[in-house]
T-cell receptor
């Protein structure tokens, strides 16, 4: 049971390049999330999904797109990277909205630098 | 007003000390509350949920005051391994999809 995994762990991009971050979970969780964490800021929600084939915008969605074609995978895309997207990206998943099962499990993060 | 505010820290304490962290939240409709722990350059992990009646897990005690919109975390008998950043987290909606994270309070426990 690997939990939540993220690929890649590190990446350096040039402004304007595109890339996709992959998140996978093997816990059969319905909900998945993408966050970014910047120095001096709390984690901020980019996009989330409440089930296969569904996505929704979070607090800071601009410049990002997501897809959830399979229940276990949640992809985050940057179509044209900007230096402001330099950050640590965390993926998370949770089982359901029920109070006792609302804990979010996080992946190890992807450190992205945009030059 | 920021949605979730925490003590700025850092807190530097000796082993064995008792330390308390405070957190306030702005959305009175918030449904659930948590403390997460984040080690340096690692992912956040759930430390404990916070219940209305208060709850304890070993050396850790969490309290919630809905009237004052205030959450606290008390750590007794601090260990070196408690050194980390503690994140106050508030769930702002019924669906559980709107976790709002505080910036975190850093604790450093020294021998």
């Amino acid at each position: 049971n690997a939990g939540v995994t993220q690929t890649p762990k590190f990446r350096v991009l040039k402004t304007g390049q595109s890339m996709t971050l992959l998140c996978a979970q093997d816990m059969n969780h319905e909900y998945m999330y993408w966050y970014r964490q910047d120095p001096g800021m709390g984690l901020r929600l980019i996009h989330y999904s409440v089930g296969e084939g569904t996505t929704a915008k979070g607090e800071v969605p601009d410049g990002y797109n997501v897809s959830r074609l399979k229940k276990q995978n949640f992809l985050l895309g940057l179509e044209s990277a900007a230096p402001s997207q330099t950050s640590v990206y965390f993926c998370a998943s949770s089982y359901s909205i029920r109070q006792e099962k609302r804990e979010q499990f996080f992946g190890p993060g992807t450190r992205l630098t945009v030059l | 007003r920021k949605e979730v505010e925490q003590d700025p820290g850092p807190f530097n304490v000796p082993e064995g000390a008792t330390v308390a962290f405070n957190c306030t939240y702005s959305n009175s409709a918030s449904q659930s509350f948590f403390w997460y722990r984040q080690d340096c350059r690692k992912e956040p992990k759930l430390l404990m949920s916070v219940y209305s009646s208060g709850n304890e897990d070993g050396r850790f005690t969490a309290q919630l005051n809905r009237a004052s919109q205030y959450i606290s975390l008390l750590i007794r008998d601090s260990k070196l391994s408690d050194s980390a950043t503690y994140l106050c987290v508030v769930n702002a909606n019924q669906a559980g999809t709107a976790l709002i994270f505080g910036k975190g309070t850093t604790l450093s426990v020294s021998s």
